[in-house]
């Protein structure tokens, strides 16, 4: 089973409905690694049943290349995002890498994305795990 990487910062509560969501709709054996820009985001996600965590800058730049599958906000590959949380080296170690991204187009601050309607948070993680499903051939 491919190891899904989910990141999030500032409180993690994005990151923890993705992971609640991929626990309730997938298989269990599925394998989730919750990174945090921060370890209350951390801690928050792994309460969503994530197999493992880690926090901050560089524990989020080792282990991006580790995964196969990468899900988040569009903020994390957007430096200085997230209040500053998203730093140059996280954004550049998510974005420069091949694996597969699935982000969610939330709001962020002096970013406007044409095209993005306002889709609620609960549609667009449904949306999501569509696309999780896809990927994973499931």
């Known amino acids: 089973m491919p190891?899904?990487?989910?990141?999030?910062?500032?409180?993690?509560g994005i990151g923890s409905h993705i992971i609640r969501n991929l626990r309730d709709n997938l298989p269990p054996e599925l394998d989730i690694v919750a990174l945090g820009t921060n370890?209350?985001?951390?801690?928050?996600?792994?309460k969503s049943k994530a197999n493992r965590g880690a926090s901050g800058e560089n524990a989020i730049i080792q282990t991006v290349p580790t995964?196969?599958?990468?899900?988040?906000?569009?903020?994390?590959?957007?430096?200085n995002?997230?209040?500053?949380?998203?730093?140059?080296?996280?954004a550049k170690a998510i974005s420069s890498n091949q694996i597969p991204k699935i982000l969610l187009p939330m709001k962020i601050a002096n970013v406007e994305i044409v095209g993005a309607g306002s889709e609620?948070?609960?549609?667009?993680?449904?949306?999501m795990l569509a696309?999780?499903?896809?990927?994973l051939d499931i």
């Open 39 to 46: 370890a209350v985001a951390t801690s928050a996600m792994m």
């Open 3 to 12: 190891v899904i990487g989910v990141i999030d910062g500032q409180g993690g």
């Open 120 to 127: 609620p948070l609960p549609h667009l993680i449904n949306d």
């Open 131 to 135: 696309k999780v499903r896809v990927y």
């Open 81 to 90: 995002s997230m209040m500053g949380e998203i730093t140059p080296k996280i």
């Open 67 to 79: 995964l196969n599958l990468i899900l988040g906000t569009l903020a994390i590959v957007i430096p």
